[in-house]
Structures are given as structure tokens and as C-alpha cells.
């Protein structure tokens, strides 16, 4: 109730500070900079007073408030920087009306700094980040307390005006004041709350839509492992506070495997947090780069990361990602990479600086091509980027010619680790100095700054039984390239022999963790080791404990506790298991399947009323479902000798259905769909081309009707085939009379290989003579294909377009979206198709149209040279030309007039592209129309000409060219006095423009068109042609 008591009082604080603020007078910008902070810091304040009415039960967050409101802390401290702003405003012997600004710009500098220093511990609390809070709170405390104490100095009244002029504004204040201002406050609060709660969660939806990654436990987990002081050796190079400091630059940061790469990421990343705290227009972005998370590591999930880190960079969301939003459907499409770039680049502008780290490229499946786009967007955004990666070579050559910095464990950073681990050691050790010296030393010299390495050298004595035993092992550590492999076949050869029930359950945990096609939580494994087979249900008396299941594995295996996940304790493990895994787990795929099988035809789950259940958390107890749903056919294709197993869940009509609403969420972009159905009727058959159980396919087609059940979404088993690119099967489904007709939406097997790539597919299916129509455009198959890069997909969709009538439209649309892409490849496959290129479009801007648009000047030539039409008109009348000519390409004019492009052309506006020149004064473009006999005379449906449109912009030499151009004297005047009149309307306001106009116009009536309009410009209030005109001398 106290902090409560405490929040309501400095809310109510903000609320008159921003009325006194805005009522005085004279230093607009710092008032509007004071203001501003104390309405976020009111905004802030009341969240936290929400969320502390909110939770009165939840003891860590009253502990967490609390701590915030004790003396000296930052509530208090809030409260006496507010106070002096407020005793400062007061000036009893002046009304509001005379007031004026008391502050000096240095003085509102360390209000907004010392308010700002406090709201950023709050804003710790607000993101339950309890353990961070309570280490700044202790490490700022004293430099806060000592910026409040000189901001009081700075801030005291002079003794003749102290209490009497507090005391008279008081006064003069409260009878102001009225009940209805009292109100309007209130009011004013109320939706400062409404706006701050809608903008927090406008925030939440686009920040999930753009990214599931929680960054913020990601890094937590990181940082947890550091031990005090590593790194400092880092954040104190030459190489760091250089890149630090100039603005664009690249630090490359390459290492051996288990150097500690990930920690000195986030020790980084703290750093800057820490060095910028207080600037909240310098962002820090980053991503964690991991192996096991192939799914979430794309270019286009990478970018939506850092899209959503620069989103919660915000306060609110801007306009343009509200709009990004709501043009998503609200969230139901998610984002694509060409739109991501567009938010990148509208987000990034709101920052002075931007810091981009990427740990462990070399972990991610298409690290060459999401390097290559980063560097892209680098030398566009001019960002700090820091990436970390083993020496992969072709990692290092996209990094030649920036700065590099190798990482490496310093000795210090190692022996620090040992002092922190020894412990562990058997009792003997600790009481024996010099053996504890000896270990470390060994060790320190052995592990060749490689962190990981000291961690397994030091669990390979946790158990020695007498010092000898120690002094053997140690003399046995292995160095060099083979040291990892050495280290995990001793661990292996540890684990083997423990007592049997031990050695049993560390085998497979590590099998699970090993095979396993996605990350596993703790509650998850726990669920799948306490299966068992041809049970009814689940038993948690036969959970194995989590403690035991990671002590066994012999320090392999370790829990992220910031996501629960079970995970091998290094990149390097899963690469030593996977050259190994026959060795150690020959039949783990089986008995993954069959756990899986046996899980999945629980009775609970063949419950009708729980089968029409939606989404993949429809069972909050059975947390293992949703990886069992997904992966059980993945486990069971490498397992043939599972047919029983496999056939007995399959038979379970209703249990088979109900994991159709978790197999086919992840292909809902390419299926147009945009939720859950509500009952999933997927059938056996589905399931076995789901999965490609080959094996199984004979024995489940006996139990169906024929090959072409339907589900709700009205897919086949050969589009579920062909979705997944399972050739087999779909060879297998063809054989047995399998049509290949679409759905009523024009969704067909055809579609999804080629969307998907599988190129055996598409020849597969083309030779059984599918007829290819286009239903519609989305689902159009050469039209994905292209979109996609399927070079030979596109090739063998052409050979076959060939016999099909019409086929034009579908060659010359997918040539449009292989121009608006850039992918030249592409487009010259497609033009090769005779008429492609010629086609008229109607509907939209042709192939040149968009690779103009585009600036892909390869694929402008392409088309040239494959004689594309240069004077098709689009809908809004533009010929490529226009379309060149607004962007001020003179390359693309230049060789759009070099094939003959007309410069009479009009569009819907009757514009010419020499219009569209003047308008944007491109005048060596202008040049080269006039010289190919551009009309200068011709004028648009408005009445313009292109030497008005010229003046109207002050493109002076663009009017000199084009006066000069005509050489007929009367002519030339005529000219010059219409575009007088045209700017005397436009209300022109350009000397130099007025001035070529008038010296133009030199007939022998003594510039009478010049007084004319010198009177039309005075009495049409237009002053600033008014005062161009007067210095002409017209008077």
C-alpha cells in the first residue's frame, strides 16, 4: 500500500509540473524537452502503479516495488528531482499569465538526464528483469544520489526569494485552480493510461507477429554464464573502442570452436546497454546464432528480428508499422523479406546510431546469404555490425577489409573460470594447495584459451578417487584438434560405466537431444522418457527427475533456464555425435518412434469432443504433444522396422486427426490459409504422404477407399506429397490412379512442387500429362516458380507451356515478378518463350516497366535485346520512357531512345516525359528528348507546358534550355509570358526562375507583361512575387 501511496503521489506531481510547464512563457524547446520527460515519466508511473494493483499476490513483484521505494532508491529520488522542479516554478509574485522560463538550458539538461536515470531502472522492473534491476540498482545508486545532490545545487533558490515566493505562487496557484481543471487533469491522466496501455499493446501484437525469438532470455541465458571481469580485455582493444565510436564500421570477430564466442557476444551487448542507457535514440540489435534452430534462422526471420528489436526500441509503434500491421491482415500473413527491408529502413531513421551483433554465423544453414544481405544493408544503413564465427573460409573472405579482431580466452579469463569450478573437484583437492595449483596450471596450459575445453577437462576429474588418479588424468589431457573428440569419448566411456539404470538414462537423454528434429524442453523430455509402450496414458510417477537426467550425461548436457530447453552443452558435442551416433545410439530413431506412436494414441487423445480442439496448446498437461504431432513420421521414416507400431496409431481414426491441427501450420502461407481449422479431418493416408512413410504405404492403403481422400482444407495426399517433396509417394499415389485435378481455389500438387523446388516432382507430374491452367494467379505454377528462383522448374514449365493455348499471359506475369524481384536468371529463361516479352498488359506495368522501376539495368538490357516493346502504355498511360524519365535514369533513357522510344507519348495526365523532366529539372534528360523532338509547346490535360512546370519548381536551367531551344523570337516570348502568368498563380516565390522568365520576355513595349503581372501578384496578396517583381524594377 505504502509504494502504491508513494506512485500516486509522484503521478499527481507529473500532472501539475506539465500544467505549470505549459503556462509559462519564452524557451520553447526546453519546455517542450522537460515536458516531455516528465509526461513519459507520468505514463511509466502509472503502468507501474497497474501492474502493482495488479499483482498484490505476487510476492517477487511487491518485493521488486518495494525495493524501489525505499530512501535513496529510485521512487525517492524521482520524487526530490520533481520537487525542485516544482519549488523552481513557483514564483509567488507573478501570475501565471507573466511567468517565464527560470531554467537555464544546463539546468533542464540534468533534469531530463536525472529523471531519465530513473525511469531506466523502472523500466528494469517493467520487464521483470528482477536480477538485472537489483545489480543496477546497487551500482548506480551512489553516482545517482551524487547527480541529485548537484542538481539541488544547481536548482536552489536565492535566499530573498526562497519560502515567500514558494509560498505566494502556492497561493496564487490554488485559486486558480478550479474543480473543473481538477477534472481535466484527472481526465487527462486517465487517457495518458488508456493511450499508454493501447500503445503497449499495439507494441506486444507487432512485435509477436514479427518474431516468437524472446531475445531478452536468450541473452539473459548467455550473460548468466560469464564469469566476473572475463572479457574485459575485449572491451578495452584498440579494435572495439574504435568500432564503438565511428559510425558504419564492421568488426569481424572470428574463433576456434568453445573460445567463448556466444558469452563475449553478450558481454558486449551489456556493455553497450550500459554505455547508452540514458540515450534512447542509439538502439542496440541482436542475434544469436544456434544450430538447433534452422527454422528460425532464414534471412527473412533474421531481419524481423532485428525489425522487432528496433519496434521495442519505441515507446509506441510508429505509423508505418501500425500500417505495416493492419496490412498483414493484423498478423494472419506474416512479413515477406522486400517489406521487412522497407520497415528496416523506416525504423532504423528514428535512431542517431545503431548497433547490429550477429553471434555465430557459421551455425546458420544460409550463412553465406544472410551475411551477404547484412553487408547489404550496412552499406545502405551505415550501422555498426559485429559478427562472431569459427574460421569457416568462406565467412572470412566476405569479411576481407574490415577490421578483425580473433577471440580467444585470455589466461586470465581461463584461470578465472578454474577458481570459480575447483570446487567441484573431489574434497582431497581443496585441501591440498599445491595439487590445486597443479590442476589449474595443467589445465590453463592444455586448454589453448579455449573455455569449453577447461569445462570438460574439469568434469573429467569430478570423481577421481585419490590424488594419483587425478595426476594420471591430468597427464592424459589431449591438445590440439583432437582434444574435443578425446574429451567427449572419455565422457562417453564415463557414462557407460555407471551403474546400469544410470548409464541407461543418460543415453537417452542424449539420444532424444541428439535425433531429436526440433529443441525439447525439460517438462517435454521428462514426459517422453516416462512413456510406456501400449500404456492408456500418461504416468508421472514414472517422470524421471530432471536433476538426475543432467547429472548422469557427465557434462554434456546442461538446461537453459531462461527457456527450459534441454540442449548438448556445445556446438562442437552435436557435431562429435553426429560422426558418432551409430556408435553410441544405433537404434535411436526406433525408439523415438515408438515413444512418439505410443504417446500419440493415448485414449485421451481419441477423445471426439477433445478432437475438434484448435491450435497446439490444447493440452496444457500433455506438454510432449506437439512435438510428438510434428516429428513422430520423422523418426518413424528412418525406422522401417516400426511398421507395427506406426499402424497401430494409425488406425486410430480420431487420433490421427487431431494431430493434422499441428503437422500443417508451418505451410499455411503457401496453403492461403490464415488459422486453425476447427476440426482437421486428415486422414491415415495424409499422414503416410505427410511424412513419406514409404513402408507404410501399402498396409494404409488397404484400410482407405482409394488414393484421393480429401481433408477439411481439401487437400489430397499427392498435394500433401508434393507440398512436402516426397517423390516416392507421389510416384507410389500416380501409380494407383491418383488425380492431379486442383481444388476448387486452384491449389494443385503441380503448385506446391514447384512452390516448394522439387524439381523430380514437377517432371513427375508433367509426364503424366497434367494439363497446366492457370485457376489463379497466386497459385499460378511458373508464376511461383519464378518468384522462387526454381531456374530448372522454370525450364521444364516452359517446354510444357509450349502446347498450351493462352500461354503468354501466364510467361509474360511471371517475367513481370522475376523484374520486380531483379532475378535476372530468371527473366532470361522467361523471355526465351516467343511472345512473352511483346504481350500487351492492360492491367498492370509490363516487365520493362517494373525492371526500370527497379533499376535492374541487366535485365533492361536483357529485354531490349529480346525486342521488348519500348512505347507499351500502362494503366495510368506510361510508357517505359515516362517511367525512366520520372526516376532521372539517363542511362535507362538512353537506352530506351536508342530503341526507338517515343517522346510524344502522353499518359492519363497528358504529360510527355519531357514534363516529367522539367517537373524534377533532370535537364541533361530534358536535353536528350529535345534533340529526339520532344514538343516544348505541347501542353498537359492542365494546361501546362513544360517551361511552366520548370519555373513552378525553379529549375532554372531547365527554363534557360528550353527558351533557348526556340528560335522563333515571338514564339519564345508568347512562352515566357504564359509561365509568368502560370507562376503568378502558383503564387511562385523563386527569384532566379522570375528573373529568366522577365529577361526572356524583352519585347518592345517595355515589359508590359512584367507590370501585369506585377498587378495581378499585388492584388492577389501574392507578396513574396510581389517583392521579386519590385526589384525588377517594374513599378
Known sequence: METTASLIAISQLCGKLIKYVNAVHGAREERIRLRDQIRACSV?????????????????????????????????????????????????DKTLEKLKWPFKESEVSKLVAAVGEEMSLLSLAMDHNSGRLLQELKARAQENNRQLYELGQSLTLAAKDGQSQLQGLTATLSAIQTSQSDIRIENDRRKDREDARTSLDEREKICKWLSRIDHASQQHSMISQRQAGTGSWF??????????????????????????????????????WDRFRTNDKVVVLYFYGDFRRNEEQSKTKILSSMVRQLVEGRREPSIFMRDFFEGSREGLRPPIYEDLVKAFKQEVTSFSAVFVLVDALDELQDRVDITGALIKLQAVYKFNMLATSRYIPEIVGMF???????????????????????????????????????????????????????????????????????????????????????????????????????????????????????????????????VEIAEPDIDQENWPDVEDMVSACAGLVTIDESTNLVRLVHYTT???????????????ESMIAQICTSYLSYATFGTPHISGASGPSCFPDYEFYSYAARYWGEHARLAPKTLKAVMDFLRLRTNVELTGNHIYRPYFPVLQKTGWASILSTTNLHLVAYFGLEFAFASVLALTA???????????????AALRGHEPIVRLLLSQGASVDPTDEGLSALYLAANGGYTDIVRLLLDTGTTVIRNSWQYEPLLCAAQNEHDEIVRLLLQHYGTVPGRNVHTAHALFQAAKKGDYRTAKLLSQMPGTITIANYLRPTPLHEAVTRDSVAIVQLLLERKASVNTI?????????????????????LLLAQGAHVGVMNISGETPLHLAARGGHHAIGRALLDHGAEITTKSWYGETALQLASEHN?????????????????????????LKASARGQLRYRKAVSTLLA???????????????????????????????????S
Open 44 to 92: 511509466l508511473l502509472l503502468q507501474l502503479q497497474d501492474r502493482t494493483e495488479d499483482s498484490e499476490a505476487d510476492k517477487a513483484w511487491q518485493e521488486t516495488v518495494q525495493a524501489l521505494a525505499q530512501p535513496h532508491e529510485p521512487l525517492d529520488r524521482l520524487h526530490k528531482a520533481l520537487n525542485m522542479v516544482a519549488m523552481k516554478l513557483h514564483r509567488p
Open 1000 to 1034: 526572356a520576355n524583352t519585347r518592345i513595349d517595355d515589359n508590359a507583361t512584367g507590370r501585369l503581372i506585377l498587378d495581378f501578384a499585388r492584388r492577389n496578396g501574392y507578396h513574396a512575387l510581389t517583392k521579386v517583381l519590385e526589384e525588377e524594377d517594374l
Open 574 to 588: 552435436q557435431e562429435y555425435f553426429n560422426r558418432t551416433r551409430q556408435r553410441w545410439f544405433p537404434d535411436a
Open 955 to 979: 529549375h532554372v536551367g531547365f527554363v534557360e534550355m528550353l527558351l533557348n531551344t526556340c528560335t522563333d523570337t515571338t514564339r519564345r516570348h508568347e512562352m515566357a509570358e504564359e509561365a
Open 874 to 894: 500502362d494503366q495510368l498511360g506510361w510508357t517505359p520512357l515516362h517511367t525512366a524519365t520520372k526516376r532521372g535514369s539517363e542511362v535507362f533513357v538512353g
Open 235 to 272: 572491451l578495452q582493444s584498440d579494435a572495439y573502442r574504435t568500432w564503438l565510436t565511428v559510425s558504419g564500421q564492421t568488426l569481424f570477430c572470428p574463433g576456434m570452436p568453445g573460445v567463448g564466442k556466444s558469452v563475449l557476444t553478450s558481454i558486449i551487448i551489456a556493455d553497450l
Open 706 to 720: 482409394g488414393p484421393d481422400p480429401r481433408d477439411s482444407n481439401d487437400l489430397t495426399p499427392l498435394m500433401t
Open 400 to 530: 576481407e577489409g574490415a577490421q578483425t579482431l580473433e577471440i580467444r580466452a585470455s589466461e586470465d579469463d581461463v584461470q578465472a573460470y578454474l577458481e570459480a569450478h575447483i570446487h567441484r573437484l573431489p574434497r582431497f583437492v581443496s585441501s591440498d594447495p599445491p595439487l590445486r595449483a597443479e590442476i589449474m596450471r595443467r589445465i590453463g596450459e592444455s586448454v589453448a584459451g579455449m573455455f569449453l575445453l577447461a569445462k570438460l577437462h574439469v568434469e573429467s576429474l569430478v570423481g577421481k578417487r585419490s590424488i594419483k588418479a587425478v595426476r594420471t588424468a591430468l597427464q592424459r589431457l589431449v591438445t590440439g584438434s583432437d582434444a574435443y573428440d578425446f574429451a567427449y569419448t572419455a565422457a562417453m566411456v564415463r557414462i557407460e560405466r555407471q551403474i546400469t539404470d544410470q548409464a541407461e538414462l543418460a543415453k537417452q537423454v542424449l539420444a532424444w537431444i541428439v535425433h531429436a528434429k526440433a529443441s525439447i524442453t525439460k517438462r517435454q523430455l521428462q514426459e517422453a522418457l516416462g
